[in-house]
Protein backbone atom coordinates (compact mmCIF):
# COMPACT_ATOMS: atom_id res chain seq x y z
CA UNK A 1 0.00 0.00 0.00
CA UNK A 2 1.69 3.78 -0.98
CA UNK A 3 0.44 6.96 0.23
CA UNK A 4 0.91 10.08 -1.39
CA UNK A 5 3.29 12.03 0.62
CA UNK A 6 1.81 14.89 -0.94
CA UNK A 7 -1.15 14.71 1.27
CA UNK A 8 -0.62 14.46 5.11
CA UNK A 9 -3.66 12.63 6.37
CA UNK A 10 -4.10 9.11 5.01
CA UNK A 11 -7.31 10.00 2.28
CA UNK A 12 -10.94 10.30 2.92
CA UNK A 13 -14.22 8.57 1.71
CA UNK A 14 -15.25 8.89 -1.43
CA UNK A 15 -17.91 11.87 -2.08
CA UNK A 16 -20.61 9.39 -3.01
CA UNK A 17 -20.12 7.64 0.09
CA UNK A 18 -22.17 7.93 2.81
CA UNK A 19 -20.92 5.07 5.37
CA UNK A 20 -17.49 6.06 7.10
CA UNK A 21 -15.39 4.61 10.21
CA UNK A 22 -14.62 5.51 13.49
CA UNK A 23 -11.55 4.19 14.81
CA UNK A 24 -10.64 5.03 18.58
CA UNK A 25 -7.50 4.08 19.97
CA UNK A 26 -7.84 4.23 23.78
CA UNK A 27 -4.90 3.57 26.16
CA UNK A 28 -5.21 2.00 29.48
CA UNK A 29 -3.91 3.58 32.39
CA UNK A 30 -3.29 0.30 33.74
CA UNK A 31 -3.23 -3.32 31.61
CA UNK A 32 -4.50 -5.52 34.33
CA UNK A 33 -7.49 -3.69 33.94
CA UNK A 34 -8.72 -4.84 30.23
CA UNK A 35 -10.36 -8.03 31.93
CA UNK A 36 -12.47 -6.00 34.33
CA UNK A 37 -12.75 -3.06 31.91
CA UNK A 38 -14.48 -5.50 29.20
CA UNK A 39 -16.33 -7.34 32.29
CA UNK A 40 -17.95 -4.51 32.75
CA UNK A 41 -18.73 -3.70 29.13
CA UNK A 42 -20.52 -7.12 28.62
CA UNK A 43 -23.04 -6.75 31.92
CA UNK A 44 -24.06 -3.04 29.64
CA UNK A 45 -24.50 -4.77 26.31
CA UNK A 46 -27.51 -5.33 26.32
CA UNK A 47 -27.75 -1.72 26.96
CA UNK A 48 -25.50 -0.28 24.20
CA UNK A 49 -27.25 -2.87 21.46
CA UNK A 50 -30.85 -1.43 22.52
CA UNK A 51 -29.21 1.97 22.19
CA UNK A 52 -27.55 1.26 19.09
CA UNK A 53 -30.54 -0.30 17.04
CA UNK A 54 -32.38 3.10 17.81
CA UNK A 55 -29.62 5.54 15.98
CA UNK A 56 -30.82 3.72 12.63
CA UNK A 57 -27.99 4.94 11.01
CA UNK A 58 -24.98 2.35 12.57
CA UNK A 59 -23.45 -0.69 10.30
CA UNK A 60 -21.59 -1.79 12.66
CA UNK A 61 -20.14 -1.26 16.26
CA UNK A 62 -17.55 -2.75 18.02
CA UNK A 63 -15.09 -2.85 21.29
CA UNK A 64 -11.63 -4.75 20.45
CA UNK A 65 -8.36 -4.81 23.26
CA UNK A 66 -5.46 -4.84 21.48
CA UNK A 67 -2.79 -7.69 22.12
CA UNK A 68 -0.95 -7.11 25.42
CA UNK A 69 -4.91 -5.12 26.45
CA UNK A 70 -2.70 -1.69 26.01
CA UNK A 71 -5.84 0.06 24.29
CA UNK A 72 -9.25 -0.21 23.90
CA UNK A 73 -10.54 0.20 20.13
CA UNK A 74 -13.91 1.32 19.34
CA UNK A 75 -14.80 0.45 15.55
CA UNK A 76 -17.48 1.63 14.12
CA UNK A 77 -19.50 2.35 10.54
CA UNK A 78 -21.77 4.60 10.47
CA UNK A 79 -23.60 6.67 7.72
CA UNK A 80 -23.37 10.55 7.24
CA UNK A 81 -20.28 12.89 8.89
CA UNK A 82 -18.44 11.91 12.52
CA UNK A 83 -19.80 14.97 14.67
CA UNK A 84 -23.50 14.32 14.55
CA UNK A 85 -22.62 10.39 14.91
CA UNK A 86 -20.39 11.22 18.12
CA UNK A 87 -23.13 13.81 19.29
CA UNK A 88 -25.74 11.00 19.11
CA UNK A 89 -23.78 8.28 21.04
CA UNK A 90 -22.99 10.87 23.74
CA UNK A 91 -27.22 10.80 24.04
CA UNK A 92 -27.70 7.20 23.41
CA UNK A 93 -25.04 5.78 25.19
CA UNK A 94 -22.79 8.43 27.42
CA UNK A 95 -23.01 6.38 30.18
CA UNK A 96 -20.87 3.59 28.49
CA UNK A 97 -18.47 5.76 26.99
CA UNK A 98 -17.66 7.80 30.57
CA UNK A 99 -17.08 3.94 32.17
CA UNK A 100 -14.49 2.99 29.20
CA UNK A 101 -13.30 6.86 29.75
CA UNK A 102 -12.37 6.24 33.53
CA UNK A 103 -9.77 3.55 32.83
CA UNK A 104 -7.86 5.30 29.53
CA UNK A 105 -5.18 7.56 29.61
CA UNK A 106 -5.56 11.27 29.00
CA UNK A 107 -9.33 11.30 29.30
CA UNK A 108 -9.53 13.32 33.00
CA UNK A 109 -10.66 16.56 31.14
CA UNK A 110 -13.96 14.91 30.22
CA UNK A 111 -15.02 13.39 33.51
CA UNK A 112 -19.02 13.25 32.03
CA UNK A 113 -19.51 12.84 28.66
CA UNK A 114 -23.13 13.80 29.18
CA UNK A 115 -21.98 16.96 30.83
CA UNK A 116 -19.23 17.50 28.62
CA UNK A 117 -19.78 16.41 25.23
CA UNK A 118 -17.54 19.28 23.94
CA UNK A 119 -14.46 17.85 25.81
CA UNK A 120 -16.01 14.18 24.26
CA UNK A 121 -15.63 15.52 21.13
CA UNK A 122 -12.40 17.13 21.21
CA UNK A 123 -10.87 13.69 22.86
CA UNK A 124 -12.56 11.67 19.78
CA UNK A 125 -10.40 13.98 17.43
CA UNK A 126 -7.47 13.39 19.26
CA UNK A 127 -7.66 9.67 19.78
CA UNK A 128 -9.45 8.64 15.74
CA UNK A 129 -6.04 9.45 14.14
CA UNK A 130 -2.68 7.79 14.51
CA UNK A 131 0.51 9.60 13.62
CA UNK A 132 2.61 7.98 11.66
CA UNK A 133 5.22 10.06 10.88
CA UNK A 134 5.50 13.12 12.98
CA UNK A 135 4.69 16.47 10.54
CA UNK A 136 4.33 14.20 7.62
CA UNK A 137 1.44 11.41 7.96
CA UNK A 138 -1.71 11.42 9.76
CA UNK A 139 -3.52 8.22 9.74
CA UNK A 140 -7.30 8.91 10.79
CA UNK A 141 -9.54 8.90 7.53
CA UNK A 142 -8.24 6.16 4.99
CA UNK A 143 -10.97 5.19 2.52
CA UNK A 144 -12.86 2.52 3.80
CA UNK A 145 -14.54 -0.31 1.18
CA UNK A 146 -18.31 -0.53 1.55
CA UNK A 147 -20.63 -2.74 -0.29
CA UNK A 148 -23.30 -0.79 -0.33
CA UNK A 149 -21.54 2.44 -0.99
CA UNK A 150 -23.99 5.03 -1.63
CA UNK A 151 -26.85 3.40 0.36
CA UNK A 152 -28.09 4.35 4.34
CA UNK A 153 -28.47 1.17 6.71
CA UNK A 154 -32.51 2.17 6.21
CA UNK A 155 -32.07 1.79 2.43
CA UNK A 156 -30.09 -1.72 2.63
CA UNK A 157 -32.29 -3.33 5.65
CA UNK A 158 -35.78 -1.17 5.06
CA UNK A 159 -37.77 1.09 7.59
CA UNK A 160 -39.01 0.15 10.74
CA UNK A 161 -42.56 -2.15 10.52
CA UNK A 162 -42.77 -2.09 14.36
CA UNK A 163 -42.90 0.82 17.13
CA UNK A 164 -39.96 0.19 19.66
CA UNK A 165 -40.62 -1.10 22.84
CA UNK A 166 -42.03 1.60 25.16
CA UNK A 167 -39.92 3.31 27.54
CA UNK A 168 -40.63 2.92 31.09
CA UNK A 169 -40.53 6.59 32.48
CA UNK A 170 -38.48 7.55 35.47
CA UNK A 171 -39.92 7.70 38.67
CA UNK A 172 -41.33 10.86 39.41
CA UNK A 173 -39.26 12.88 43.19
CA UNK A 174 -41.36 14.61 44.87
CA UNK A 175 -40.17 18.26 45.03
CA UNK A 176 -39.52 20.37 48.26
CA UNK A 177 -41.19 23.31 47.16
CA UNK A 178 -39.14 25.11 50.20
CA UNK A 179 -36.42 23.93 49.16
CA UNK A 180 -36.97 25.78 45.23
CA UNK A 181 -36.63 29.13 44.58
CA UNK A 182 -40.00 30.53 43.48
CA UNK A 183 -39.20 32.23 40.15
CA UNK A 184 -38.15 28.43 38.59
CA UNK A 185 -41.70 27.13 39.25
CA UNK A 186 -43.82 29.89 39.86
CA UNK A 187 -44.41 33.17 37.98
CA UNK A 188 -43.90 36.26 40.07
CA UNK A 189 -46.13 38.49 37.66
CA UNK A 190 -44.66 41.21 39.33
CA UNK A 191 -45.05 44.78 38.10
CA UNK A 192 -41.43 45.94 39.28
CA UNK A 193 -38.00 44.25 39.36
CA UNK A 194 -34.73 45.73 40.56
CA UNK A 195 -31.92 43.18 39.24
CA UNK A 196 -28.30 43.89 41.11
CA UNK A 197 -25.44 42.52 39.44
CA UNK A 198 -22.39 42.08 41.81
CA UNK A 199 -18.76 40.89 42.33
CA UNK A 200 -17.91 39.16 45.45
CA UNK A 201 -14.80 40.56 47.08
CA UNK A 202 -15.38 38.89 50.78
CA UNK A 203 -16.15 35.42 50.53
CA UNK A 204 -17.10 35.73 54.75
CA UNK A 205 -19.35 38.39 53.71
CA UNK A 206 -21.38 36.80 50.84
CA UNK A 207 -21.63 33.57 52.98
CA UNK A 208 -22.85 36.12 55.92
CA UNK A 209 -25.66 37.20 53.15
CA UNK A 210 -26.78 34.20 51.82
CA UNK A 211 -27.27 32.72 55.16
CA UNK A 212 -29.41 35.77 56.12
CA UNK A 213 -31.40 35.78 53.01
CA UNK A 214 -32.44 31.75 53.48
CA UNK A 215 -32.97 31.40 57.44
CA UNK A 216 -33.25 34.57 58.61
CA UNK A 217 -36.37 36.27 60.03
CA UNK A 218 -36.55 38.63 57.45
CA UNK A 219 -36.37 41.97 59.33
CA UNK A 220 -32.73 43.17 58.31
CA UNK A 221 -33.12 41.60 54.67
CA UNK A 222 -35.57 40.28 52.58
CA UNK A 223 -36.26 36.87 52.63
CA UNK A 224 -35.35 34.34 49.53
CA UNK A 225 -39.40 33.61 47.75
CA UNK A 226 -39.86 29.99 47.46
CA UNK A 227 -41.64 27.92 45.26
CA UNK A 228 -44.26 27.00 48.24
CA UNK A 229 -47.82 28.15 47.25
CA UNK A 230 -49.85 31.25 49.12
CA UNK A 231 -53.08 31.95 49.35
CA UNK A 232 -54.43 34.00 46.73
CA UNK A 233 -55.82 36.51 49.22
CA UNK A 234 -52.45 37.03 50.86
CA UNK A 235 -49.84 37.81 47.97
CA UNK A 236 -46.13 38.39 49.32
CA UNK A 237 -45.46 42.06 49.45
CA UNK A 238 -41.78 41.19 47.32
CA UNK A 239 -40.11 38.28 45.63
CA UNK A 240 -36.23 37.84 46.22
CA UNK A 241 -34.40 35.59 44.04
CA UNK A 242 -30.43 35.00 43.92
CA UNK A 243 -28.90 33.53 41.01
CA UNK A 244 -24.73 32.95 41.09
CA UNK A 245 -22.13 31.95 38.08
CA UNK A 246 -19.66 29.14 38.46
CA UNK A 247 -16.80 32.30 39.72
CA UNK A 248 -19.47 33.04 42.07
CA UNK A 249 -19.34 29.65 43.44
CA UNK A 250 -15.43 30.11 43.44
CA UNK A 251 -15.24 33.57 45.00
CA UNK A 252 -17.64 31.91 47.70
CA UNK A 253 -14.62 29.13 48.40
CA UNK A 254 -16.63 26.45 46.74
CA UNK A 255 -14.06 23.42 46.37
CA UNK A 256 -13.22 22.53 42.80
CA UNK A 257 -14.32 19.04 43.32
CA UNK A 258 -17.53 20.23 44.30
CA UNK A 259 -17.74 22.53 41.36
CA UNK A 260 -16.31 19.84 38.48
CA UNK A 261 -20.04 18.20 39.09
CA UNK A 262 -21.62 21.10 37.64
CA UNK A 263 -22.59 20.52 33.81
CA UNK A 264 -19.49 22.31 31.87
CA UNK A 265 -22.02 24.68 30.06
CA UNK A 266 -22.34 26.68 33.39
CA UNK A 267 -18.59 25.78 34.41
CA UNK A 268 -17.54 27.48 31.02
CA UNK A 269 -19.97 30.33 31.04
CA UNK A 270 -21.34 31.79 27.91
CA UNK A 271 -18.21 34.29 27.25
CA UNK A 272 -16.34 31.67 26.34
CA UNK A 273 -14.82 31.63 22.87
CA UNK A 274 -16.35 28.22 21.48
CA UNK A 275 -19.79 28.53 23.50
CA UNK A 276 -20.37 32.30 22.07
CA UNK A 277 -19.01 31.52 18.84
CA UNK A 278 -22.26 28.49 18.84
CA UNK A 279 -24.66 31.65 20.16
CA UNK A 280 -23.64 33.85 17.35
CA UNK A 281 -22.53 35.81 20.01
CA UNK A 282 -19.63 37.28 17.51
CA UNK A 283 -18.52 40.87 16.05
CA UNK A 284 -20.40 43.66 17.93
CA UNK A 285 -22.15 41.04 20.04
CA UNK A 286 -18.78 39.18 21.32
CA UNK A 287 -18.34 38.88 25.20
CA UNK A 288 -15.81 41.92 24.64
CA UNK A 289 -18.52 44.57 23.97
CA UNK A 290 -21.14 42.82 27.13
CA UNK A 291 -22.01 45.02 29.89
CA UNK A 292 -22.51 42.20 31.87
CA UNK A 293 -20.45 39.16 31.92
CA UNK A 294 -17.45 40.16 30.44
CA UNK A 295 -13.88 38.56 30.48
CA UNK A 296 -12.97 41.69 31.66
CA UNK A 297 -16.11 42.30 34.18
CA UNK A 298 -16.77 38.91 35.82
CA UNK A 299 -20.33 38.78 37.50
CA UNK A 300 -20.59 36.51 40.94
CA UNK A 301 -24.10 36.94 41.85
CA UNK A 302 -27.41 38.20 40.64
CA UNK A 303 -29.72 39.19 43.33
CA UNK A 304 -33.58 40.01 41.69
CA UNK A 305 -35.87 41.73 43.92
CA UNK A 306 -39.46 42.15 42.79
CA UNK A 307 -43.05 43.70 43.57
CA UNK A 308 -46.00 45.60 43.15
CA UNK A 309 -47.50 48.91 42.63
CA UNK A 310 -49.53 48.28 45.56
CA UNK A 311 -46.77 47.26 47.70
CA UNK A 312 -44.19 50.22 46.02
CA UNK A 313 -42.92 51.31 50.01
CA UNK A 314 -42.24 48.11 51.08
CA UNK A 315 -40.17 47.44 47.58
CA UNK A 316 -38.41 50.88 48.05
CA UNK A 317 -37.88 49.56 52.13
CA UNK A 318 -36.20 46.31 50.87
CA UNK A 319 -34.41 48.07 48.10
CA UNK A 320 -32.58 50.19 50.78
CA UNK A 321 -31.36 47.71 53.07
CA UNK A 322 -30.16 45.60 49.96
CA UNK A 323 -28.36 49.05 49.09
CA UNK A 324 -27.23 48.97 52.81
CA UNK A 325 -25.60 45.29 52.43
CA UNK A 326 -23.58 46.47 49.09
CA UNK A 327 -22.11 49.38 51.33
CA UNK A 328 -20.72 47.60 54.13
CA UNK A 329 -18.19 45.93 52.49
CA UNK A 330 -17.19 42.91 50.75
CA UNK A 331 -18.82 43.52 47.52
CA UNK A 332 -18.35 45.08 44.14
CA UNK A 333 -22.24 46.81 42.50
CA UNK A 334 -21.22 46.06 38.97
CA UNK A 335 -24.94 47.27 37.06
CA UNK A 336 -27.90 48.14 39.07
CA UNK A 337 -31.24 47.57 36.62
CA UNK A 338 -35.08 48.75 36.68
CA UNK A 339 -37.67 47.05 35.58
CA UNK A 340 -41.16 48.89 35.41
CA UNK A 341 -44.19 47.84 33.99
CA UNK A 342 -46.23 44.50 33.36
CA UNK A 343 -49.83 43.66 33.86
CA UNK A 344 -50.20 45.14 37.17
CA UNK A 345 -50.59 48.80 36.66
CA UNK A 346 -48.99 51.03 33.47
CA UNK A 347 -45.95 50.83 32.02
CA UNK A 348 -43.13 53.13 33.11
CA UNK A 349 -40.51 53.97 31.43
CA UNK A 350 -37.63 51.80 32.88
CA UNK A 351 -35.08 53.46 35.51
CA UNK A 352 -31.11 52.37 34.57
CA UNK A 353 -28.64 53.29 36.63
CA UNK A 354 -25.13 51.58 36.56
CA UNK A 355 -22.27 51.58 39.61
Known sequence: ??????????????????????????????????????????????????????????????????????????????????????MDFVIAIGDVFTLILSYVKGAEEVKSVKENPRAFWEFIQKNNSVVVVPGAMQWDDYPIYSAYAGRTVLDIVGRRTTLPPPITPARAVPIDFADVQGNILRGHRASLARHYALEIESAKAARTFLAEIVDGDGSALPRITTAEAWPASSR??????????????????????????????????????HRAAANGDTGASAPDHWELGSPKQPVHMLVSLYGDYTQEAEFDRRSAQLAACWEGGGWRLVHVQDVIGGDRGPVRPGRISEA
Not at 53 to 64: K, P
Not at 254 to 273: D, K, M, Q, W
Open 1 to 86: MQVDPANMKGGGAAPTQVSHGLNLTLELKDPRQMPLLLAQLQIRSAQTREALNELHFVHFARFLPTRGNTALLVITEFDGPLEPYV
Open 236 to 273: PAYFLNVGVTAAGLAALGVSEETRALFPAAFREGPAEA
